[in-house]
Every structure is written in structure tokens, then in C-alpha cells.
């Protein structure tokens, strides 16, 4: 989703605002900006005091769409200043008053999770308006630095760790997640072949000098699923539990040879480029963490990258680590996260290793299907039902309307600018950072863009997922063909001329 717009694209200059005007509800370019984060606001009730959008809000008839403010969060990983989008975006959601060039803004969080509650503009949480919690989470993610080699575990699991330490993993939840991708973005996600790792075990001494003799007769010499799955636990319960000594002089020495092989000769071709790609990972990991064994993951993880509109789906006790990029990202109410390297947050080791499915392979990629009867909405749906996501795209001089949903939404401008309208006659400004929460039922926004823009209005929306039967991102292990609502064989949808295929789920290759 790259911007279009005839402005300069340079992220170090944030666009500055037009003149002084208000939305339906009331509230003004200036009045998004007078909070910082974060913010410390007595709670308040939807009186005549409060803004228009809490006054007129019901519950009983959902007529309005409310704004939000998010929550914004930075860690180390995360990209510094105005080149991050989730720095951006904060700024022009009010919930920051400027954006400082030196902290890593990592994480924009859009829902009703305690860690990070969604707030009216009044001050009010997203959740005391509801009542509850949403079921998903909605984020953006800017990442500078690779994240954590991590997990999440499934809902029997979260439980479990939730009674036994509640302060690192703070709900009991589980938090299977998809991804979509803004920008080129880099992954390992799931365990490589086993052959695969075999062939590097015997390329590179050093990665190999970490792991037991058992793990590498284990891997070696499985011949079928069930002996490949147990040699990969040997080899990951043995990688990770490796004396931190021994590791850490492996991978200088690792790094040593690398170098020098690099150095002596730059553009050798020898190798598969799967390899020579694996071997540039790691010293790109060991120059963010050095000094960590972590480094050397991109030897036994699929190292993936994902281009823009493409999206992938993570499932509980699935092992992977994003490298870098921009993405937004779709969860189930949950910050159960269980790490193992590449941190320097609490790593549960054992937890992780006896968690994982060992399976191999990584994640599908797809690129969503068209729905509700019009090409410029795409759906992206995960196999579980809790959440998906649509990006609609209205370009210049078209209007486009959001159907109308039968569960509460929230959607996002990721790009371009543009207004709505509704049968209510609620009109909204739209720009790229500014968020809201659509009630279920709420009568369907119109997207308009003036003909004299450059480029196209782009908003994804976040909601319960309506289409569990018919999933666009699917489990490794069970590869199946979605046609999308576009399929003439489907009576749903009577569009002949529109009966082609949707894209296919593929299978990305590893580098």
C-alpha cells in the first residue's frame, strides 16, 4: 500500500494539517492534538457536556460512528521518529503532541485490551462504552530491529502460565494472529525442511557445534513425519539449551568465516541462493544482538519476505520472529507472548520448547479475496473466530460504501485522504493515523475522494469474523484452493462477469 500522492513521500516531514475545521462530532483538527500521551483523564459520563459523538451515541440503535485514540507503545525494536508509521499515525490521532526523533515507536494498539484501552476523546475507554471487551485486538507495527524469537500459546496453555506467573503472561487468552503487510516485510516464521537443516548442519560447523550428537543423528536420520516432528524438538531443545559459552564462541567464529568468505569473494554464486541469503540473515541478526545464539535462528526458521497486500496467518505454538517492516496486525484480545532469544525481556525457555507442534514449513500467503460483491474490497480471513480484516480501497473521483456489519467494527485510514457520509448524515474527515469504532448495525459509511487527488483512499477494517467457513489465510498443513466469493458456483453472489478466480493462497518459498 504505498502512497500515491503528488506531496513529498520523505517520512522525516509529517504533512501539515488544513485549516481549522470540525466533524460531526464536533471536535476540531486542534482539539485531536491538545492531549499527550498518555493520557490522564478523569473518567466521565456521556453527558451534554461531553463531545457529540458521546451524546449521540446508542447503544440501542448504533447510530454513530465514534473516534478513537489508540494507545501507542515504543520498544527497542521499534522505528525511530517520524519515519515510523505508528509515530505518524499517533501524532495524527491526538494521542501525542510532537514526535520525539530518538524513541523507537513500535506498536499502535486499537481495541479493549487492559494493557493499552482504546479512549473516546471525552477520556472514556472503549470498553466502558461496551460494557466488555472486544474479541480482537488491531494493531500496527513498525519494526526497525528484529522482535523475539517467541510464541503464543493456545488457550489451555494461556491459562496454565496466566495462574502460574500472572506477571509475565498477564490474561488467559490465547493469541493466534495475521498479519498484513504495508511495506516489503521480513519474517521467520515456522521451521525449515528437514532437509534443509541438515544441509546446513554439515555446511556450517559452528551452528553445528551447538547441537547434541543425538540431535544430529535425530535429524539425520528421519525418514517421515512423525521422526522429522521429534527430531526437530532434539534439535530445538538442544539448540536453545546449549551452554551460553559455547554458543556465544560458536557464533564468533561463525561470524569470522562469514565475513572472510564474504570479503575474499563478494559475489559467489556457488551456493543456492537460499543459503547465501540464510548466511547475510544471520550477520544481520548477530549486528542487532550481539553476542546472542539467537542470531544463528534463520538456520533452523524460514526466513520469508512478504510483499505489500500480502498477509499471513500465525497459529497458537508456532515459532517466529518478524525482522523488519510495517504491517497491521489482527489478534484475539491477548499479550500472551513466550520468548526464547533475541530479547533482552524475560525468555521461558522451557516453555517454548515443550509448546511448539514442530511442524515444518511456513505460514500460507495470500493475498485476500473480493467480497460483498466489489473488487475493491478485500477480505482476509484466519481459521479461527475472533477476527478478520478488510482493506477497501476508493481511488479518486469514486465513492465506495462499507457494508454494513451485523457484529462492532473498527477501522483505520492506512492511506490517502478522502471524507465519508451516511444516511445519518455523519461526515467524517478521512487521513491517514485516524481511527474509529463502528457499531454493529451502524447505518454504512459512504467513502467518497475527490477526482483532483493523486491517489486512492485506503481503510482497513477490523471486526469478528463473518466468514469462518470460508477462510483466505489456511494452515500449511492442510493446503486447500479458496475461490473467493467470486466463484460462479457459489449462489450468494450472481456476478458472471466477475467469476474468475481470486488470487490463491500460495506457499512462499524459503530464502
Known sequence: FRPQSPEPTNP???????????????????????????????????????????RS??????????????????YAWGIRGLDSRVARFALESGIIDEVDPDTPYAELWIGTHQKGPAQLISGITLEEVLGCQL????????????????????????????????????????????????????AMCGFRRIEEISQLLKKHPEFSACISNEAKLAVFMSDDPESQSEALR????????????????????????????????????????????????????????????GAMAPFFLNYLLIAPGEAFFMAPNEPHAYVAGEIIECMACSDNVVRAGLTPKFKDVPNLVDMLTYSMGGPSIDAGTPCYGDTRIIRYTPPVPEFEVMIMTCNPGETLTMPQLSVAAIFLVIE??????????????????????VPAGCPPLTLAVNDSKRGPLRIAVAHENLHADDPTVVNPDKPQHWRGEFDVNKPRLEIPDLAAES?????????
Request: glycine fraction near 4%; charge should be positive.
Open 503 to 511: 488470487p490463491r493462497s500460495r506457499r512462499p518459498s524459503a530464502l
Open 416 to 437: 490517502g485522504s478522502g471524507n465519508t457520509d451516511n444516511e445519518g448524515g455523519q461526515r467524517l474527515v478521512m487521513r491517514p493515523g485516524r481511527s474509529y469504532f
Open 12 to 54: 522525516t516531514f509529517h504533512t501539515p494539517m488544513p485549516p481549522r475545521s470540525t466533524d460531526i462530532t464536533g471536535t476540531t483538527e486542534e482539539d485531536h492534538r491538545q492531549h499527550s500521551y498518555p493520557p490522564i483523564r478523569p473518567k466521565v459520563s456521556p453527558t451534554t457536556d461531553s463531545m457529540a459523538s458521546v
Open 234 to 293: 532434539t534439535l530445538f531443545h538442544s539448540f536453545m539449551n546449549c551452554d551460553r559459552d559455547v554458543s556465544t564462541e560458536q557464533l564468533k567464529k561463525l561470524l569470522k568465516r562469514l565475513y572472510a568468505e564474504q570479503s575474499l569473494n563478494p559475489h559467489d554464486h556457488s551456493s543456492p541462493p537460499w543459503e547465501r541469503k540464510c548466511a547475510r540473515a544471520v550477520m544481520r541478526l548477530a549486528q542487532q544482538f550481539p553476542n546472542d545464539a
Open 135 to 186: 474479541p480482537f485486538l488491531f494493531k500496527v507495527l513498525s519494526c526497525g530491529k528484529t522482535l523475539s524469537i517467541q510464541a503464543h500459546p493456545d488457550k489451555n496453555l494461556a491459562e496454565k502460565l496466566h495462574i502460574e506467573n500472572p506477571e509475565a503472561y498477564g490474561d488467559a487468552n490465547h493469541k493466534p494472529e495475521m498479519a498484513i503487510a504495508l511495506t516489503p516485510f521480513e
Open 57 to 74: 451515541y446508542s447503544t440501542t440503535t448504533g447510530s454513530t460512528v465514534v473516534p478513537l485514540r489508540p494507545a501507542v507503545k515504543d
